[in-house]
């Protein structure tokens, strides 16, 4: 038979730290762990602490040096956890320490020192969770929702608004996948720049560690995963002014996707978006100033209703001085129960097409030019795969799968599928780029001295 690992529970204060208790407890009593009324029959005690009066504090420390006399392994959560130096500065010996409504975080720490009974059902399923992506890469989402009413969109209409994900949560999912042999973490959500906002940048805890809930400390964490961090769907705020730095210093990916869908203040007011081209501008060129390397990626919408001519110039004036990277172009196309669909002037089906195809061969000009840059240069690759002709198919920090180009590499079969590569760039065309190996330069080059 199974042994049950037992746990003890003292829970302390309001109603909603009642309620935290009883979440913890479910999970617990789920995962199979049974729950024991005393210190001595337990292998570990869980405190949920209260820290709202000088009264609470005493109370909630008293019972956690009580727990750790009376059986040595404790964890603490609650509202004085959110103060987690005042609970290690007495009592240095707790095993983890969790703010409030931080059910995930308890568990964490629980599996981590008293380990789940084994369940022949769910532990099929990896630590990671099922994935439909390769295993040296994933989708982390750190968010559901939007809290923006973009009048093409129903995304608000079908998820409902930002629910941001608790940080520990989502860095022990990353962490997670790291173990499995994940190497590039591409961060996901509808709007990856508001999150926390949900929560007003609440401190969580990871590994004990406080961080608030917001992208950059989040960026920061992962980027001590030592993989690929690459980040999505990030609005151009202010505050994304902060994680370019970590770009420049090699802690994320030198990579942005920000979907701007217009330049004209006219049709980015129709559609309501929360952005202003000027600004947008003035913030790209103040990104490349702190990481040149940067590569910049956006998505835009031509054909909306009411664009006129004189609009959709505005968005080639805008391309052609933002020179981004990567362009991704749709034709407005309505979508049932989008606020969009009541504006009057709709664009001709044959007027859209024609916009796309403009846009679309402009901005191939300035990929093409902003790849040819890369000739030359050694550049750090992640193999996907190799294919048919001998060569590995892989991509730069400039790459995001699926959507953006690749890079070949001849003679890339000895290059190991999901590991990283050195690689000198050696031809571009309008996507992707043509590479050799780095040790294939080397010796090439030693071949080179010897002949002469
Ligand atoms: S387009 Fe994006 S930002 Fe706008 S409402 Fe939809 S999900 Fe939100």
Request: hydrophobic share 40%.
């Amino acid at each position: 038979m199974n042994h049950e690992p037992k746990i003890g529970f003292v829970s302390l204060g309001c109603p909603k730290a009642l309620v935290d208790s009883e979440q913890i407890l479910t999970r617990l009593r789920a995962e199979g762990y049974a729950i024991v009324p005393s210190y001595q029959d337990a292998e570990l005690v869980v405190v949920n602490t209260c820290g709202f009066i000088d009264a609470a504090v005493a109370e909630s420390l008293d019972a956690i040096g009580e727990a750790l006399t009376e059986n040595g392994k404790v964890i603490v959560t609650g509202c004085l956890g959110a103060k987690g130096h005042v609970v290690r500065d007495m009592h240095p010996r707790v095993l983890a320490v969790t703010g409030p409504h931080a059910c995930e975080e308890v568990m964490t720490a629980v599996h981590l020192h008293l380990p789940k009974p084994h369940d022949p059902f769910v532990d099929l399923v990896p630590p990671q969770g099922i994935k439909l992506t390769p295993r040296h890469y994933a989708y982390l989402k750190i968010a559901e929702g939007c809290n923006h009413r973009c009048t093409f969109c129903i995304i608000p209409q079908l998820r409902g608004d930002l629910v941001s994900r608790p940080i520990g949560e989502v860095l022990q999912e990353a962490e997670n996948l790291v173990r499995a042999g994940c190497r590039e973490l591409l961060i996901v959500s509808q709007d990856t720049s508001a999150y926390g906002v949900d929560l007003r940048y609440r401190t969580g805890f990871w590994n004990g560690r406080p961080l608030k809930t917001h992208m950059t400390p989040l960026a920061a964490a992962l980027g001590e995963l030592g993989v690929w961090v690459r980040l999505h769907y990030v609005y151009p705020y202010p505050h994304v002014d902060e994680v370019v730095p970590l770009m420049a210093e090699g802690r994320v990916l030198p990579y942005l996707d920000v979907p701007l869908q217009h330049a004209s203040p006219r049709i980015l007011k129709a559609m309501k978006r929360p952005a202003n081209a000027d600004d947008t501008l003035a913030r790209i060129r103040r990104w490349r100033e702190i990481c040149p390397d940067i590569t910049l990626r956006s998505t835009f919408i031509v054909g909306f209703p009411g664009e006129t001519e004189d609009d959709f110039q505005h968005l080639l004036e805008f391309l052609q001085t933002a020179t981004l990277d990567r362009v991704g172009c749709f034709s407005y196309s309505a979508v049932d129960g989008a606020p969009a669909n009541a504006l009057v002037n709709p664009v001709p089906e044959a007027v859209k097409q024609e916009r796309q195809a403009r846009l679309m061969e402009m901005q191939a000009a300035i990929s093409a030019e902003r790849l040819q840059r890369k000739v030359g240069r050694t550049l750090q690759v992640l193999v996907d795969a190799h294919n048919e002709e001998g060569e590995a198919v892989a991509r730069s920090s400039a790459d995001a799968p699926d959507i953006d180009g690749v890079v070949y590499i001849e003679g890339g079969m000895v290059l190991p599928v999901g590991e990283f590569a050195e690689v000198r760039i050696v031809d571009a065309d309008q996507h992707d780029l043509y590479a050799e190996r780095c040790e294939t330069v080397r010796s090439k080059r030693k071949n080179h001295r010897s002949n002469h």
